[in-house]
Each structure stands twice: as structure tokens, then as C-alpha cells.
């Protein structure tokens, strides 16, 4: 099948933030006149954004990279390979491995990545580089992410992001609020505002941390769309935010990627804290923000967890209640600096952790959905529900997109994705609610 060689596919893998980089290459390629496709058959160039950030990853882009590449044999196709894979190893390396890749492009020549596929097919490029991001893949279904900063300066131990992406780089103020105004016009129910650690926004632009100053800009800026503030490093969630948060309608909602609560094995990470200082943390969130949501993140199986700072982890987890809880088993990461540390516990012992502490979360989160029986709460609508047909899926302030739980709403007619309605809670289904819409 013959297909426009001036079209592609873009498949996105990873985290928003890569989300956000793939919106962005492709809003350049469709003002340069090229046109997207929803399938791989379809597109003249298919277009793989990678994530390399631990083993898994890497894995599920070399998956990915090899199904697109049986493709490319059939139709002329050609195949680009872009984002953190190439920037972790480079495509100098990569390209003997894998020579059914037609071009590498690393994040550093993003903004001239319509005229690299120009050159690619034998057209002439127009000359014309970067332009702001004009499409959100997720607009369709209410919300857009926003990334406020590229890189961290942080030296986690355990962490290859500093390498693959840099140092903190933060967008400016206008810059982020131009774009978060524009996606609100097109009907943005939901602003998410994303980093690799959205805390030290502003450091390396303003000398301090300006996060809680873009807060008051954007309130401003997108009217009465919610704004939900996701990757909050622990030691920067001052008193400052937490009132910013408060004063300009941010989600009583923060993301917290604690790690662990054992201080021996924090410190082997490159942090600090202890199960003590992450309470009193928790406690000053309560004392500031009242009811709020808490995701927390934590990694088990790194090196020198040992029986003890796992049964002290564990104690944490069942003793904090966190809404929601994002689980890893540690990874061992070349380049990094923990790399030297040894693979951590074993595969069997860190699986065995993860299933005991998921057992104790489910728990909670199980309880925590029957005690909102009976409240009536806003619902964000995303999308009709392929799980549970005649129902449409949604989320309150206490979910993020796609990571956290759902809304189940009864489809009684006349709802549509992107809007905001006010449901009766009914019932609990796991760690979901199901409700109706409360009409009149």
C-alpha cells in the first residue's frame, strides 16, 4: 500500500513529560505542513519517542522500535527514532545495533526536527525552527499537562535523568502561562503541571523557587480550571507552596516521591529524611491545606534495604494512609551513582516486598472509596468507558490523570468528555467510585 510521504505517525512512550515533547514535535511537523495518522500503516514516516529512564523502559522501546521497524519493510515506510534513548547511549551507538532505524534524533535538535524529516524523504526544508506547542493529545479528554521545567539538578543517587536530560532548565513565567491560557480557550478543563521536580521551578531563572509566583499567574491565566501540581520533591514543599496552593485554587492534591523511610537507605540515595521528618511533613500539609489527597512513591530492593528497613517501610505505608502509592523495584542503572552499590535484593525478595506492600495499600485505598459513599463531588468526564460499558469514566480533584482511580458515571444521556458534572457517589468498586449525575 502506497502511503504520502509527507505524513507521519508518532508513537509516545514513557511519562507526560515525554507526552508533552511528542505534542511538541508534532504541532512543528503540522505547521510545516505535515499530516499526522492515527496508524503506523498509514504514515510515510513512523516516529518512536522513547523513554530509557530504568531497564524496563529501555526494554519496551526496543520492543516498540522492532514491531514499527516490520512495518517500515512493507510500503516504503521510514522509521525515526527521538527522545531519551538517544540521548542516554547516542545514535552513533545505536545505529549498528539497529539498522532498520532510519534517523536518531536526540532532544537537543528537537527544534529543527521537521527539517531533519524534510531532508529525510528528499524534500526541501523550509528553514523555519521550533514554535510553541499547539496540541495536547489529551485535550480531547479534558485535561493537558504543561511542563513547567526541563532536567534536574538534584543528585539522586539512583537516578540517570540529570544525565539523559540535564540540568534544571525552567521555562519562563509568560512562556507557560500563554501556553496554559491557550489550551484552556480550546476548552482545557484541567491544567497539570509537570517537571522532573516541579519544586525547584524558577531556581536557575530567578535565583529562588517561583512555583508558588506561577501558581498566582496561572490562576488568573485559566479562570476556573483546576490546576494540579504533580512531582513535588518532599524537601521542596515549604510553607510557601502550601499556602499558594491554598490562596490560588491548586488541587488540594500533592505528589510526593518519599522513596523510602528508612534513613540509612535514603541517605545511600542521595536524600535525606527519615519516617519521622516525612510525618511531620504530612502533618504541616494537613495543618495548611486541610483535606488534601496524597500520592506517595517509593522504591523497593535498593541497596542495602535489609529486612529491617523494609519491616520500617512497611510500618510507614500502613500507618500514613495515603490515597495513592506509586511502587518500583529498584533498578540497577549504569552511569548512575548507586550503580557501583550492587543490584540491590534480589529479584524474588523485592517482587515478595512489592506484593506485600500493594496488599497493605489496596487496603486502604479499598476504604477510603466506601468512606466517600454518599458525598456528591465535581467529576472531570474523560472518555465513555470500554471496562464498564454504559458508563463514562471520570476523576474528582482527588485522582490525577491516568495513574490514580476512576469515577464510574451511569450514562444517562447527553454527557460528553471534557466536562465538568457534579455526581452522587453510590457506590465503591475496588479502589473506584461509580455514581450518577445529579440533575436540576
Given at each position: 500500500?502506497?502511503?504520502?510521504?509527507?505524513?507521519?505517525?508518532?508513537?509516545?512512550?514513557?511519562?507526560?513529560?515525554?507526552?508533552?515533547?511528542?505534542?511538541?514535535?508534532?504541532?512543528?511537523?503540522?505547521?510545516?505542513?505535515?499530516?499526522?495518522?492515527?496508524?503506523?500503516?498509514?504514515?510515510?514516516?513512523?516516529?518512536?519517542?522513547?523513554?530509557?529512564?530504568?531497564?524496563?523502559?529501555?526494554?519496551?522501546?526496543?520492543?516498540?522500535?522492532?514491531?514499527?521497524?516490520?512495518?517500515?519493510?512493507?510500503?516504503?515506510?521510514?522509521?525515526?527514532?527521538?527522545?531519551?534513548?538517544?540521548?542516554?547511549?547516542?545514535?552513533?551507538?545505536?545505529?549498528?545495533?539497529?539498522?532498520?532505524?532510519?534517523?536518531?534524533?536526540?532532544?537537543?535538535?528537537?527544534?529543527?526536527?521537521?527539517?531533519?524529516?524534510?531532508?529525510?524523504?528528499?524534500?526541501?526544508?523550509?528553514?523555519?525552527?521550533?514554535?510553541?506547542?499547539?496540541?495536547?493529545?489529551?485535550?480531547?479528554?479534558?485535561?493537558?499537562?504543561?511542563?513547567?521545567?526541563?532536567?534536574?539538578?538534584?543528585?539522586?543517587?539512583?537516578?540517570?535523568?540529570?544525565?539523559?536530560?540535564?540540568?534544571?532548565?525552567?521555562?519562563?513565567?509568560?512562556?507557560?502561562?500563554?501556553?496554559?491560557?491557550?489550551?484552556?480557550?480550546?476548552?482545557?478543563?484541567?491544567?497539570?503541571?509537570?517537571?522532573?521536580?516541579?519544586?525547584?521551578?524558577?531556581?536557575?531563572?530567578?535565583?529562588?523557587?517561583?512555583?508558588?509566583?506561577?501558581?498566582?499567574?496561572?490562576?488568573?491565566?485559566?479562570?476556573?480550571?483546576?490546576?494540579?501540581?504533580?512531582?513535588?520533591?518532599?524537601?521542596?514543599?515549604?510553607?510557601?507552596?502550601?499556602?499558594?496552593?491554598?490562596?490560588?485554587?491548586?488541587?488540594?492534591?500533592?505528589?510526593?516521591?518519599?522513596?523510602?523511610?528508612?534513613?540509612?537507605?535514603?541517605?545511600?540515595?542521595?536524600?535525606?529524611?527519615?519516617a519521622g521528618s516525612h510525618l511531620r511533613l504530612l502533618a504541616r500539609i494537613g495543618e495548611l491545606m486541610g483535606e488534601v489527597a496524597l500520592r506517595a512513591t517509593f522504591m523497593v530492593g535498593f541497596p542495602g534495604e535489609d529486612g529491617r528497613a523494609f519491616a520500617d517501610l512497611a510500618a510507614f505505608v500502613a500507618g500514613a494512609r495515603f490515597d495513592w502509592l506509586g511502587l518500583f523495584g529498584y533498578s540497577q542503572e549504569e552511569g548512575t551513582p548507586a550503580f557501583s552499590l550492587g543490584k540491590g535484593a534480589s529479584a524474588s525478595v523485592t517482587r515478595a516486598r512489592l506484593q506485600e506492600l500493594a496488599a497493605v495499600q489496596e487496603e486502604i485505598m479499598?476504604?477510603?472509596?466506601?468512606?466517600?459513599?454518599?458525598?456528591?463531588?465535581?467529576?472531570?468526564?474523560?472518555?465513555?468507558?470500554?471496562?464498564?460499558?454504559?458508563?463514562?469514566?471520570?476523576?474528582?480533584?482527588?485522582?490525577?490523570?491516568?495513574?490514580?482511580?476512576?469515577?464510574?458515571?451511569?450514562?444517562?444521556?447527553?454527557?460528553?468528555?471534557?466536562?465538568?458534572?457534579?455526581?452522587?457517589?453510590?457506590?465503591?468498586?475496588?479502589?473506584?467510585?461509580?455514581?450518577?449525575?445529579?440533575?436540576?
Amino acid at each position: 500500500m502506497m502511503v504520502h510521504k509527507k505524513s507521519f505517525f508518532l508513537f509516545s512512550l514513557g511519562c507526560p513529560k515525554n507526552e508533552v515533547d511528542s505534542d511538541g514535535l508534532a504541532s512543528m511537523l503540522m505547521r510545516e505542513g505535515w499530516a499526522m495518522q492515527r496508524h503506523a500503516r498509514d504514515a510515510g514516516v513512523m516516529v518512536v519517542n522513547t523513554c530509557s529512564f530504568v531497564a524496563a523502559a529501555v526494554e519496551e522501546s526496543l520492543e516498540t522500535i522492532m514491531e514499527l521497524a516490520d512495518l517500515r519493510e512493507d510500503g516504503g515506510r521510514r522509521l525515526v527514532v527521538s527522545g531519551c534513548l538517544v540521548s542516554r547511549y547516542g545514535g552513533g551507538t545505536l545505529a549498528p545495533l539497529l539498522p532498520e532505524v532510519d534517523m536518531w534524533v536526540d532532544m537537543s535538535e528537537y527544534h529543527r526536527f521537521a527539517a531533519l524529516l524534510d531532508e529525510l524523504i528528499g524534500e526541501e526544508p523550509t528553514g523555519e525552527e521550533g514554535g510553541g506547542r499547539d496540541r495536547a493529545a489529551t485535550l480531547e479528554r479534558g485535561f493537558v499537562y504543561v511542563k513547567i521545567a526541563e532536567g534536574c539538578s538534584r543528585r539522586c543517587s539512583f537516578c540517570a535523568i540529570p544525565a539523559i536530560r540535564g540540568p534544571l532548565s525552567s521555562r519562563p513565567r509568560e512562556e507557560i502561562v500563554e501556553e496554559a491560557r491557550l489550551f484552556t480557550r480550546h476548552g482545557a478543563r484541567e491544567i497539570v503541571l509537570v517537571a522532573q521536580d516541579t519544586t525547584s521551578y524558577g531556581l536557575d531563572l530567578y535565583g529562588r523557587t517561583a512555583l508558588p509566583d506561577l501558581l498566582s499567574d496561572l490562576r488568573e491565566a485559566v479562570g476556573e480550571a483546576w490546576l494540579r501540581v504533580m512531582y513535588t520533591y518532599p524537601e521542596g514543599v515549604d510553607d510557601a507552596l502550601l499556602r499558594a496552593m491554598a490562596d490560588y485554587g491548586a488541587c488540594r492534591y500533592l505528589d510526593l516521591p518519599f522513596q523510602h523511610s528508612d534513613a540509612g537507605v535514603l541517605k545511600a540515595m542521595g536524600r535525606r529524611g527519615d519516617a519521622g521528618s516525612h510525618l511531620r511533613l504530612l502533618a504541616r500539609i494537613g495543618e495548611l491545606m486541610g483535606e488534601v489527597a496524597l500520592r506517595a512513591t517509593f522504591m523497593v530492593g535498593f541497596p542495602g534495604e535489609d529486612g529491617r528497613a523494609f519491616a520500617d517501610l512497611a510500618a510507614f505505608v500502613a500507618g500514613a494512609r495515603f490515597d495513592w502509592l506509586g511502587l518500583f523495584g529498584y533498578s540497577q542503572e549504569e552511569g548512575t551513582p548507586a550503580f557501583s552499590l550492587g543490584k540491590g535484593a534480589s529479584a524474588s525478595v523485592t517482587r515478595a516486598r512489592l506484593q506485600e506492600l500493594a496488599a497493605v495499600q489496596e487496603e486502604i485505598m479499598r476504604e477510603k472509596a466506601v468512606a466517600l459513599v454518599g458525598n456528591e463531588m465535581r467529576v472531570l468526564l474523560e472518555q465513555a468507558s470500554s471496562e464498564a460499558p454504559g458508563f463514562w469514566e471520570g476523576r474528582t480533584w482527588r485522582e490525577a490523570p491516568e495513574i490514580d482511580g476512576v469515577v464510574f458515571v451511569a450514562d444517562t444521556g447527553g454527557l460528553r468528555a471534557g466536562s465538568m458534572v457534579d455526581v452522587a457517589i453510590t457506590s465503591s468498586e475496588g479502589v473506584d467510585l461509580v455514581g450518577t449525575v445529579k440533575r436540576g
